[in-house]
């Protein structure tokens, strides 16, 4: 994978980040409006906002996306990060990008003097699975939500 660099996003890089980003709501089968998709973009250049991306670049194109969100946690003095999105492209899944973008907000995350990254992923997800179980630990949670 060294001919893979992960990078984090700046103002040149929506155009290269809104086909994955597009594609990962297509993955997850959900749509959102061209706002929503706006107003992240824009969160993820602001300095201000907790939240941060990252792409991965190959050959001059991203074949890869992550988006984390630091934010504090009531079991520890630290803040925890939770790693939002993860999205490779097709011909680049078992290449170990998603591996690599998720060894880099591990690293951010540390650097930044978080204690913990976590994630949710769907049930259906398998590939993902594989790669997650050999990474990190799986506690057994699971999510319940209501849509407000």
């Given at each position: ?10 103002d ?9 980003w ?27 906002e907790?939240t ?38 097709p ?15 591990y ?12 994630w ?29």
């Amino acid at each position: 994978m060294s001919d893979v660099q992960i990078k984090a996003v700046t103002d040149d890089d929506h155009a290269q980040w809104l086909p994955l980003w597009l594609a990962y709501l297509r993955f997850y089968k959900t749509e959102l409006p061209d706002n929503v998709s706006q107003s992240t973009w824009q969160r993820l250049l602001d300095a201000h906002e907790p939240t941060h991306a990252a792409l991965a670049w190959k050959d001059g194109k991203a074949v890869g996306m992550v988006h984390f969100i630091y934010h504090r946690s009531n079991w520890s003095i630290h803040n925890a990060c939770y790693l939002q999105d993860l999205f490779v492209t097709p011909e680049q899944r078992g290449a170990g990008v998603g591996r690599l973008l998720i060894e880099h907000v591990y690293a951010a995350a540390k650097q930044d003097g978080c204690d913990k990254v976590h994630w949710l992923t769907h049930e259906t997800n398998a590939t993902a699975i594989q790669l997650y179980e050999r990474i990190a630990e799986r506690p057994g949670f699971i999510q319940f939500r209501k849509m407000l």
